[in-house]
């Protein structure tokens, strides 16, 4: 099926462990984000590619890396985890920037530090 | 700063009622105001709102804009189990290449 694969799907840390979010997309979207939803908070930007070759910070890009691999795919990494990273991540494409009809997001990594 | 606000936090109806999902926005240059349903998982896509007073429709949900007063209601009527769910209101953020600031949603529970 067509969309954003994230992987993997739930992952415990320990203070201090590196990890990194996997997605991909298949629909040929130029741009792609990350964002990290916390109760009451809905999800804020952490980092975006709006295009193969280019990111950009967000609303709140401490703590975390990205790498546009290509244009499919899309990484997050924690270098050092720590517990204020505890949240739910979704992976998100579009074909460009302000298509929001077009807005597809993963099905999400909950990820728990501890 | 763009700033997202959505009402109540979290409603529990009980089926066959109408509710009312609120969201009030601050946003340099406006363009548009969209409304998500998150059940377990990942956002869906509702509605895009661009223009003050024209009410866009699907079933049973409708949204309204009021750019005046910086505003937008979303309705459900005659809800039913299905619709619970997170309810989410976002704009594009300026500051980051039209990117989207959501509101921190409104949990919404229908009992049978």
């Known amino acids: 099926n067509a969309g954003v694969t994230q992987t993997p799907k739930f992952q415990v840390l320990k203070t201090g462990q590196s990890m990194t979010l996997q997605c991909a997309q298949d629909?040929?979207?130029?741009?792609m984000y990350w964002y990290r939803q916390d109760p009451g908070m809905g999800l804020r930007l952490i980092y975006y590619?709006?295009?193969?070759?280019?990111?950009d910070k967000g609303e709140v890009p401490n703590g975390y890396n990205v790498s546009r691999l290509n244009k499919r795919e899309f990484s997050l990494r924690l270098e050092s985890a720590a517990p204020s990273q505890t949240s739910v991540y979704f992976c998100?494409?579009?074909?460009?920037?302000?298509?929001?009809?077009?807005?597809?997001f993963g099905s999400g990594t909950r990820l728990t530090v501890v | 700063e763009d700033k997202v606000v959505q009402s109540p936090l979290s409603l529990v109806v009980h089926e066959g009622d109408t509710v009312t999902l609120n969201c009030s926005y601050e946003?340099?240059?406006?363009?548009?105001l969209l409304w998500y349903k998150q059940e377990k998982k990942a956002p869906t896509f509702l509605f895009m709102l661009?223009?003050?007073?024209i009410e866009k429709k699907s079933g049973r949900l409708s949204s309204i804009l009021d750019k005046k007063e910086l505003f937008s209601i979303l309705n459900i009527t005659a809800t039913q189990t299905g619709d619970s769910a997170v309810y989410l209101c976002?704009?594009?953020?300026?500051?980051?290449?039209?990117?989207?600031?959501f509101g921190g949603g409104t949990r919404l529970m229908v009992k049978p």
């Open positions: 661009t223009s003050s007073g």
């Open positions: 590619s709006a295009s193969e070759g280019t990111t």
């Open positions: 976002a704009v594009p953020n300026n500051n980051a290449g039209n990117m989207l600031t």
């Open positions: 946003v340099t240059n406006f363009r548009s």
């Open positions: 998100a494409s579009s074909e460009a920037p302000g298509n929001y009809y077009g807005y597809t």
């Open positions: 629909m040929n979207h130029n741009s």
